[in-house]
């Protein structure tokens, strides 16, 4: 962040006659992610997975619990030997409970980085396009930014052009 307001600053402050012609626009990429027809796609296959790690896990937490269940109603009733081996079952359950657990969080993190990723390549070729055929010197990411004009921001622009293009979301939101 200090080397954009730094090179920001030179640019504005240190070279004021080249900064007479500077065109700088700015671009919210979570808006651009949550607005495009790529970024709402991806959010929507994104869901999908979660609600299935969701049902695994909450299927796997019914199992432990009925167990549990059992094991408190018919344990004091059981020999010692079939109590041990019910006890180890649970805990069986209980540790591949938490590694299926932190297995789909990683999981998910890893599809939900993916996807972002496709679309970002993507909206970098949007941007660059936006900023080679309106003539803008800088086009900088809004939330590294405390500060900006609402007349600089691109990214409406940006989402409707990436809309535009055929085959865009579909590329995006391609699966694994």
């Given at each position: 962040m200090h080397k954009v307001f730094g090179v920001v600053f030179l640019i504005l402050f240190a070279l004021p006659a080249w900064?007479?012609?500077?065109k700088i626009g700015l671009i919210d990429v979570q808006r651009v992610l949550s607005e495009s027809n790529a970024g709402k796609k991806a959010r929507d296959r994104f869901q999908v997975q979660v609600k299935k790690a969701e049902a695994d896990l909450l299927r796997q937490k019914q199992e432990m619990e009925?167990?549990?269940?059992?094991?408190?109603?018919?344990?004091p009733l059981l020999k010692d030997?079939?109590?041990k081996n019910l006890e180890k079952e649970?805990?069986?359950?209980?540790?591949?409970?938490?590694?299926?657990?932190?297995?789909?969080?990683e999981e998910l993190q890893q599809k939900e980085r993916e996807m972002t990723g496709e679309i970002l390549k993507e909206l970098e070729t949007v941007v660059s396009e936006v900023g080679k055929s309106e003539k803008f010197t800088l086009i900088l990411e809004r939330a590294q930014l405390l500060y900006s004009d609402q007349a600089v921001d691109i990214t409406s622009k940006v989402v409707e052009l990436y809309n535009g293009r055929s085959g865009a979301p579909a590329k995006a939101v391609k699966g694994k």
């Open positions: 900064a007479q012609q500077i009925k167990l549990k269940a059992d094991m408190d109603k018919k344990g030997d079939d109590r649970l805990q069986r359950k209980y540790v591949n409970y938490q590694r299926e657990m932190r297995d789909s969080q």
